[in-house]
């Protein structure tokens, strides 16, 4: 089984899509159980619906709040909160924090983030959010999108996992495209996930493969067509 802890900071939505896929609620079985769990969901601000959609999910939901805290003494307590669950993925649903280079490194290549525009464009310091669509509407671009990442040393610059294309149309705001982007990321970063569980994605020195389904055995009674 692949475990999963999911780092979060606001409302949930992309978090929720996770659980929903991972986590059925008690006494039911989703066609995801057994292949993954979200093992714990962790929060930098104490009042993040995020923790409430956990909870109604049975899974366990922790603050660990970076107010009034050096990034060092946050991100020693948040690596505290994580080690106990023994993630095989950390995955940031809407986490609005840049983690330091010595956090990323004390969990190399395991850490996945979604970001709401197709990088390496509209990523950085400072992109999240509605900013990233104003910015993308402002450009003039027909098309934006979400892509799923691993998280290196250089905030949204780690090798990309999968990307969604989502049209631009006229007449929209950064609300609208937002919602449709955000409905993408609900859909991929899910899926995204499955494929790590069932061993699909090689990553190298700068790239990510993902490589194809392998095929149902065939029988040893099959009469070829």
């Known amino acids: 089984m692949?475990?999963?802890?999911?780092?979060?900071?606001?409302?949930g939505r992309v978090l929720q899509a996770l659980l929903d896929a991972f986590s059925p609620v008690p006494d039911t079985r989703g066609p995801d159980?057994?292949?993954?769990?979200?093992?714990?969901v962790i929060s930098n601000t104490p009042d993040a619906y995020a923790l409430e959609r956990a909870r109604r999910h049975g899974v366990p939901a922790l603050i660990v709040t970076h107010r009034g805290r050096s990034r060092e003494t946050?991100?020693?307590?948040?690596?505290?909160?994580?080690?106990?669950?023994?993630?095989?993925?950390i995955c940031l649903a809407g986490f609005l924090r840049i983690l330091s280079p010595a956090f990323v490194r004390r969990y190399p290549r395991r850490i996945l983030n979604t970001h709401p525009a197709l990088l390496p464009a509209f990523g950085g310091k400072g992109m999240y959010g509605e900013r990233v669509h104003q910015t993308v509407l402002e450009a003039g671009l027909a098309v934006s999108g979400c892509t799923i990442h691993l998280v290196d040393e250089v905030p949204d610059g780690g090798p990309i996992v999968a990307q969604a294309v989502v049209p631009v149309v006229d007449g929209d705001t950064p609300e609208s495209l937002a919602q449709r982007i955000q409905a993408e990321e609900r859909r991929l970063y899910p899926e995204v996930i499955r494929w790590w569980a069932d061993g699909r994605i090689e990553v190298g020195d700068q790239a990510v493969v993902v490589r194809p389904m392998r095929p149902a055995s065939t029988p040893t009674n099959a009469i070829p067509v």
């Not at 690596?79 to 095989?88: E, L, S, V």
């Open 33 to 40: 159980h057994g292949r993954v769990s979200i093992a714990a």
């Open 2 to 11: 692949t475990r999963v802890v999911a780092l979060v900071s606001g409302s």
């Open 74 to 89: 946050f991100e020693t307590d948040l690596a505290a909160a994580i080690d106990p669950y023994q993630p095989d993925l």
